[in-house]
């Protein structure tokens, strides 16, 4: 299974801004956050150069937002379209990313009432901070990848 991850463009913002709603509002509303259609709009422009919209078999499946700097990876934004819910493909996409970077950790942030924060738990990721929100959660990659060689010698 393989994913391709295409920069966005100008022209993806209205498929972003849909996809954002479709998927976030439910998890933010849950948390206390009822943002507007401005607000939306500036999280969606927040880093636009670092959104990827990701294709599987042809087919547009979402959006991963993502920056590499220095040794670590921090993912800012992960959307399945919820026609593609369900199928393990968020966690095909995070896998796919983890295994191509080069990075020593990777960074990320999940709503507290999101269940997304049971995907990361299982991939590796732990908490390492919490603000009013959201967990902040954390992979060491180097542990990772040499308790692979470790089983796989």
Sequence with gaps: ?????????????????????????????????????QEHLDRLNDAYECSHI???????????????????????????????????????VLEQVLHQTDAETVKLTVLKDNPARHLYQRLGFTQTDEDEYEF?????????KQKQNIKAG
């Design 54 to 92: 990701v294709f599987y078999q042809n087919e547009k499946i979402g959006t991963l937002k993502y920056r590499e700097q220095d040794e670590e990876l921090e993912i800012m934004q992960i959307q399945i379209s919820p026609r593609y819910q369900g199928q393990g493909l968020g966690k095909k």
């Design 1 to 37: 299974m393989s994913f391709k991850f295409v920069q966005a463009k100008d022209k993806d913002r209205a498929y972003l801004l849909d996809l954002r709603k479709l998927t976030m509002v439910e998890h933010l509303e849950q948390s206390g956050q009822f943002l507007t259609e």
């Design 136 to 144: 902040h959660m954390q992979l060491c990659l180097t542990d990772r």
